[in-house]
């Protein structure tokens, strides 16, 4: 009953989407000659973009079902995998255009991936841009329960708490989905608070920044207040910021929680109640002693979900899993924590 | 224990407070409405003279964007690190459960009465006339 909570299925082209797009976007694509929607965040050709051994000749990474279905589903052995896919409709400066490449990413991913394989299921990729495009999106798809949580970039044009995102939020709690934020930005601003880094290893490392900012913007301006059944996935955030990160934000909270009174628990208890992380990457030392103080100083054995983050180059082997996991708590990030997460995942094998 | 007499009711008129040391402790009586109260000078936190931090409301809300106050005068804010302490329970805004300003127990007597002892009237002079607070340390 192993989840894996985060794979990234490989749009190759536009050309693959042209039939899920309405006559005005099929044509535009081919008159303008637009094509490489590829995020920049993830370069096709750099190391973290794809696993050497899961490299495919003259074809980008996580593009070939066949592969997904050998070297992530059967060498895992998992029941059910979450396809997160990446691709520039989630970034795109133009609001229309971005809609249009996501819901034709979902009906190609529909129609490609999850019709091929009963163990696929998949975000719905929506245009965060216009966030009344996005929930217009989400009810669109919601209907078909192989969708199981709604997917956005970490790094977006303002942040995620701004009541400015609010109806994607309330689209997603009415529809029982989790909100997956995946690693990726739109650089509409410096990933980083001081400008822009030279080098990929910069942005890479920085990337956790983001997700902490997200996270404070969320829990100060109250959104799990305003949607009290809004649960969020951080997806290759990374883990081990977590613990020290949680620290500062309860201690300036009882310092100045007065300037945010519907904060009214700690800002911990918010996140452990909303928030869960993929285990891609852990981010840890190989070494069993200290990944477990972390897991103790995380405070919660709930908030961990098993990924493998396929074909991202995260680890060597089939060593999904750092050392220093009980058997119990590895059946809680690999079973019970996904079911729980997702109530789609659970109501499918019910 | 032993009881002692801080003040004539009339000179912590409501509103007020009152920082004084008793038995070597540090300690601040509030006037709140009428009703007194008295709180060790120190914050459970690292220690910060809570007498001398703002004396405000309980901010509150339902929802995001809103702020209601209620319970003027009734919440002292420690001037160290911003700690939020109900003045009538000692409890802690943050940590009501776990972290609380240390109280003592105040009484309003007659002066009547306590001319006849055991109080210690440190250096408040007593009259039969008036009302006095008497704290428990």
Redesign the interface.
């Known amino acids: 009953m192993k989840v894996d909570c985060d794979i990234h299925p490989g749009v190759p082209s536009v050309k693959v989407l042209l039939p899920y797009m309405d006559q005005y976007w099929a044509d535009a694509f081919v008159q303008r000659g637009m094509d490489g929607f590829d995020m920049a965040s993830y370069p096709p050709g750099a190391p973290i973009s794809c696993r050497p051994d899961w490299r495919l000749e003259r074809a980008k990474p996580g593009t070939s079902l066949a592969q997904v279905q050998a070297q992530a589903l059967d060498a895992f052995g998992v029941r059910f995998a979450i396809c997160n896919p990446l691709y520039g409709g989630q970034v795109a400066v133009s609001e229309t255009m971005a809609a249009a490449l996501c819901s034709a990413v979902n009906d190609w991913i529909a129609a490609e991936w999850l019709d091929a394989d009963p163990r696929l299921r998949a975000s719905i990729v929506v245009p965060v841009q216009n966030p009344q495009l996005a929930a217009e999106e989400i009810e669109r798809k919601a209907g078909d329960r192989r969708f199981v949580q709604v997917l956005l970039p970490s790094g977006a044009e303002m942040l995620y708490g701004k009541?400015y995102y609010w109806p994607i939020f309330a689209a997603a709690e009415k529809h029982g989905l989790p909100v997956g934020i995946h690693a990726g930005l739109m650089y509409r601003h410096a990933p980083t608070s001081n400008g822009w880094p030279s080098f990929f290893l910069h942005d890479y490392v920085a990337g956790s920044q983001v997700f902490e900012d997200q996270l404070l913007s969320m829990v100060s301006?109250?959104?799990f207040?305003?949607f009290p059944g809004l649960r969020i996935v951080l997806l290759e955030s990374g883990v081990t910021w977590l613990p020290g990160f949680i620290w500062r934000a309860i201690k300036t909270?009882?310092?100045?929680?007065?300037e945010v009174?519907?904060v009214?628990r700690?800002p911990a208890a918010y996140i452990r109640e909303h928030v869960r992380l993929t285990m891609q990457p852990f981010d840890a030392p190989a070494d069993a002693g200290i990944v477990s103080q972390i897991l103790e100083e995380i405070g919660s054995d709930e908030m961990l979900l098993f990924a493998t983050d396929f074909p991202h180059w995260q680890f060597e082997g089939d060593q999904a899993v750092p050392p220093g996991f009980s058997p119990s708590l590895l059946r809680k990030i690999m079973v019970d924590n996904p079911l729980a997460t997702y109530p789609r995942l659970q109501e499918s094998i019910a | 224990m032993s009881k002692h007499i801080v003040a004539a009711v009339t000179d912590l008129p409501p509103g007020s407070r009152k920082l004084m040391t008793i038995k070597g402790r540090p300690i601040a009586v509030f006037n709140l409405g009428g009703a007194f109260f008295g709180l060790l000078n120190r914050c459970p936190?690292q220690g910060g003279d809570l007498c001398a931090g703002l004396v405000?409301a309980a901010?509150?809300?339902?929802?995001?964007?809103?702020?209601?106050m209620t319970r003027q005068g009734e919440i002292i804010?420690c001037p160290w690190?911003?700690?939020?302490f109900d003045i009538r329970t000692g409890q802690s805004?943050?940590?009501p459960d776990r972290i609380q300003a240390k109280q003592y127990p105040i009484e309003i007597a007659a002066g009547t009465d306590l001319v006849k002892g055991p109080y210690i009237a440190e250096t408040i002079p007593v009259s039969v006339e008036h009302n006095y607070i008497v704290i428990e340390v």
């Open positions: 009541s301006e109250g959104l207040v305003k909270w009882r310092g100045v929680r007065a009174p519907w009214k700690s | 936190h405000t901010v509150t809300a339902d929802r995001p964007g809103e702020y209601r804010r690190h911003g700690w939020e805004w943050c940590e």
